[in-house]
């Protein structure tokens, strides 16, 4: 009996051995490439705005004391709600006109901040922010929503998120954990291992002439994967990349309605819609026909701003206009 054992031992460990070789040999010749692209980043042209002139510009800092530029675009008119805005990668919080104008003409204020080294905000030492939402940039909007809070004209049913990319991934992290944010609207949104693991299976097949590579990996390993080089990644470059995968579902009850391009190369549909199924309800979800990564606006146009304002006004809006804030008497900024 215990020769049984021995042999049947020796059968696992023969099979074994080659199975962990072939895993050293991923991980070594292949993973790096991966992880390089991982770094790179965006080439598209990030749009950067021109000073509001009604707006009222802002610095607030973070709780390690890093300093945070910003705008708050009081509504043309009685306020029904107001509106934090995350921006998308590497743009200024002026950005925010051309998504939020129609919305602050139609009762909203407006708050739009940039994360630490973006627009300008200050950098923090040490840390190059890339495409992916650190722990740093959730941070950043725990001083923005800090903030709002603390205003004088606060709002005290709390407000509404809309964030584009990055931006609106970020602050989805936020509403997760805080219920002062009552509904979210997130345009071109996306986490890590939703798009990482599909892009690793697919560099993989690139980097590789050996179909038995890919017929042979099953999905679970690049996970894996991808949680092992993100686990490197963070050593190296002194941050932590959250998973909204693990807390997106956090959201529900309170509405999300998320908007995604169907031509978008960055963040495939599949992959937004991956993310999706893993929130809670009530959730909307619109595919854009046509629109690129962050172009939804410009491809549907007025239906975008149609959809947009009828989310808040539904979800947010005040029933009845507080009448000890009078309306501002400014024009269109």
Known sequence: MIWLWVGLALLVLAALVPVYLFHLHI??????????????????IVPQGQPIPNAEEVVLATTNNVKLHGC???????RKGTILFGLEYGS????????????????????AFETRGQGTSVAQEGYDPLQWVTTFEVDDFRAALAYLKERADADPRGIGFFGLSKGGSAGLFLAAEDRYIRCCAVDGIFSTYTTMVPYMMKWVAIFTNRRIIIDCLPKWYFRYAAFRGLQNLERERHCVFPSLERVIRRVAPRPLFMIHGS???????????????MAGTPKEFWLVDGAKHNQSIIQA??????????????HLAEKKIDPARPALAVGRG
Not at 97 to 105: A, G, H, K, N, S
Not at 301 to 314: I, N, S, T, V, W
């Open 27 to 44: 991980f070594r010749k292949y993973l790096p490439f991966l992880y390089r692209i991982f770094q790179e980043k965006p080439l598209f």
């Open 72 to 78: 708050y675009w009081k509504a043309q008119g009685p």
């Open 92 to 111: 200024n919080c002026w950005s925010c006109q051309p998504y939020c104008d129609f919305l602050r003409e139609n009762g909203y204020d407006i708050f």
């Open 263 to 277: 031509a978008d190369n960055y963040i495939k549909p599949e992959m937004a819609q991956a993310l999706f199924r």
């Open 301 to 314: 146009g007025d239906e975008y701003k149609k959809r947009l304002l009828a989310f808040f006004d539904k």
